[in-house]
């Protein structure tokens, strides 16, 4: 079992910056694929980054290629989401998930075992 606690998120201007942190919990963190998700208002979860268990894969989705930097400690258990240039089109419900196993589909929510809570992220115009 993993418990995965969001933090980080928060109100902010476009053009701004953010950083999320995601802390798991149990011991076998370090062996897990780790993905960003965000859901919007009225809108389907979408998937923003995803990170190997090593760290030496990353994924992200188009629309934050070059804006976004996700990064893990495994020795601290946290994943972090690094947000750059933020747009108003970034504002939604920011979710972390865990993934026991690593497959090609690491777009797909479904393939994720676990979640956190999720952290609000606003952008203002």
């Known amino acids: 079992q993993v418990q995965l606690v969001e933090s980080g998120g928060g109100l902010v201007q476009a053009g701004g910056s953010l950083r999320l942190s995601c802390a798991a919990s149990g011991r076998t963190f370090s062996s897990y694929r780790m993905g960003w998700f965000r859901q919007a208002p009225g809108k389907e979860r979408e998937f923003v980054a995803a990170i190997s268990w090593n760290g030496g894969t990353t994924y992200y989705v188009d629309s934050v290629k070059g804006r976004f930097t996700i990064s893990r400690d495994n020795a601290k258990n946290t994943v972090y989401l690094q947000m750059n240039s933020l747009r108003p089109e970034d504002t939604a419900v920011y979710y972390c998930?865990?993934?026991?196993?690593?497959?090609?589909?690491?777009?797909?929510?479904?393939?994720?075992?676990?979640w956190g809570q999720g952290t609000q992220v606003t952008v203002s115009s």
């Open positions: 998930a865990a993934a026991r196993y690593s497959s090609s589909r690491y777009f797909d929510p479904t393939e994720y075992n676990y």
